[in-house]
Each structure stands twice: as structure tokens, then as C-alpha cells.
């Protein structure tokens, strides 16, 4: 097996808790305020409304295709640029259920009037209705919501209380941390987004699992030496794999986001900040919570520090 930290390297990751914890605060805090401030930018899969990806064959200004759409009486018309060139758009409109099969049409034809039939591609068109929408996003959230708890409460069963709160804590700060960087960058949320953040919660927990299990393990092993030393050796010794994991997810997520084109940048910087924060409160916030827990309801014959 490679070994990128080498045997008996003891970084006092403990040392640092209370600056970590601080600086975790600060970031759920700055993430409150700017999805609170911002708000998610809904996408048709859960707003409802038609959206049209269309190429054109030469450059092209947004105002153009606003210009094209002017005479179509569609009310609050939204077109989102794509890409490095000027070339290719998405056109969001929304709709009621009786005129979803009306919209892409005259949006299209529009389009085809304006510029010729020739030099207009549709790629790609999406229609959700208001109800649909709505329903996809309470069922979105309620999945991701039950699946931070259900893994919170799988670890808690399978180690201790301590363990599955800490989990429960660190899936919490991962999600909503990278729920508050797709807001701030003003990424559309819609099911692929919900899908990744789901992915991000099984290896958020996954990284926290193997953790807890050699603290455990540990744990066994010495029973009068103090938890502090004990959780600071865990992590040590997961290091290596914690690295190479994270590392190899991260160079394939990384290559999907440069290389997998618009479609799929949501869904790649989802899992990219995801990963990056699950990695880090695996180590600072679920360790950090079973020691504070030990602190407070310290077990019989076991030190803390």
C-alpha cells in the first residue's frame, strides 16, 4: 500500500480544535448570510418553467437574443450566457400548466425569425410545471435532510452516541457549507445538484467511519491512555488513506469540471467543494466532537489529556 505520510508522524491535529471551530463558525455564519441574502437560484427542475439551450452559428450578444424574444409577449425572460465564447445561451422561461407545450415553440421560432433557421442550434429543452416543481423540491430536501440523519444515526448505533453526534454535526457543516459556496457562485440548483450533495453526504460519512473505527480500535487497545493522544494517533495513522482518496476523487472531479463542459459544472463543483470540506471536518469536527463529549462525560478510567 503507498504511503504518503510516513509511520509515526503525530501532527497535533487536537492543537488546533478551537481555532478550527472558530473558523467553522465563521464560515456557517458567512454562508447563512449569503444564502440568505442571495437565495438559491432555483432551475426549471424545481422553479417549474421551460428552458432552451441554444447555439448559434456566429457570436451573439445577450441583448440580441432578449431583442428576438421582445415581440413574443413571454413575461420575465431570463438568458444566461454559456461558456467562453458568445455563442450559446439558455433561455429560462416560466410557465403555468396550461401553456407548457406553447413556450418552446414560440421561443424557437423567434429565435429562427431573428437570426435564420440556419444559424440557430437547439441543444437542449427542458419544460417542469409549477407543481412539479414544487414537489421535486420539497422531496429534494427532505432527501438530503434524511440522509445526513439516517448516516448521523448508522454511526451512532454502530460506534457510540459521542460518534454519531459528531457525524450527525459534520455532515450538517458539510452540506450547508457547500450548499452556501453554490449560492455565492450562482450555481442553478436542480436534480443533478441534489445528487451530488448526496454523494458528498456518503463520503463525508465514509471518511468519518474510517476514522472513528481506528479511534475505536484504539480505544481497545489502551484503555487507561488519554483520549486526546488517542484521537491524534487515529487520525495520523488514516492520513494516508484520508489523502489518497480525497486526492484521486478530487483529480477525477477536477477533470470533469475543466473537461465535461457547462452541463455538467453544477453537479462537478458540487462534489469538488463537498469533498474538500468533508475531508476537513472528518479530521476537525467529528474528532473534535467525541473529545469535547469525553470531556464533559468522561468515561470510567479513561483520561482525556
Not at 443533478?192 to 473505527?213: Q, R
Not at 475531508?279 to 476537525?284: D, F, H, K
Request: avoid cysteine.
Amino acid at each position: 500500500m503507498i504511503e504518503l505520510i510516513p509511520h509515526g508522524t503525530t501532527v497535533d491535529f487536537i492543537k488546533y480544535r478551537n481555532a478550527t471551530a472558530a473558523a467553522s463558525g465563521l464560515l456557517v455564519l458567512i454562508g447563512i448570510a449569503i444564502v440568505g441574502l442571495r437565495g438559491p437560484n432555483l432551475g426549471i427542475d424545481f422553479a417549474g418553467g421551460s428552458m432552451v439551450h441554444v447555439r448559434f452559428a456566429s457570436d451573439t450578444t445577450t441583448k440580441d437574443v432578449r431583442g428576438a424574444l421582445a415581440g413574443t409577449e413571454l413575461a420575465q425572460v431570463n438568458i444566461q450566457e454559456l461558456g467562453g465564447g458568445d455563442n450559446e445561451f439558455l433561455v429560462r422561461v416560466p410557465l403555468s400548466e396550461e401553456d407548457r407545450g406553447a413556450v418552446t415553440k414560440r421561443v424557437t421560432e423567434a429565435l429562427s425569425e431573428r437570426f435564420g433557421a440556419d444559424q440557430v442550434e437547439i441543444l437542449r429543452v427542458e419544460s417542469v410545471g409549477p407543481r412539479v416543481g414544487e414537489t421535486l423540491r420539497e422531496r429534494a430536501v427532505l432527501a438530503v435532510f434524511f440522509a445526513t440523519l439516517m448516516m448521523g444515526v448508522y454511526i451512532w448505533a454502530r460506534f457510540e452516541w459521542r460518534f454519531g453526534v459528531g457525524a450527525a454535526a459534520a455532515l450538517v457543516h458539510d452540506v450547508f457549507l457547500t450548499v452556501a459556496a453554490l449560492v455565492m457562485f450562482n450555481y442553478e440548483f436542480d436534480l443533478s445538484i441534489v445528487a451530488a450533495l448526496l454523494s458528498v453526504v456518503g463520503f463525508s460519512v465514509n471518511d468519518t467511519v474510517v476514522i472513528s473505527d481506528r479511534i475505536r480500535e484504539n480505544m481497545r487497545k489502551d484503555k487507561r491512555a488519554a483520549l486526546r493522544g488517542i484521537v491524534n494517533r487515529s487520525v495520523n495513522e488514516t492520513l494516508s488513506r484520508t489523502l489518497l482518496t480525497t486526492g484521486t476523487s478530487l483529480l477525477v472531479i477536477f477533470a470533469l469540471y475543466t473537461l465535461g463542459g457547462n452541463v455538467i459544472h453544477g453537479f462537478a463543483f458540487t462534489l469538488l467543494a463537498g469533498f474538500i470540506v468533508g475531508t476537513y471536518s472528518s479530521i476537525y469536527i467529528a474528532s473534535s466532537i467525541v473529545l469535547y463529549f469525553e470531556e464533559k462525560y468522561p468515561s470510567a478510567g479513561r483520561k482525556v489529556a
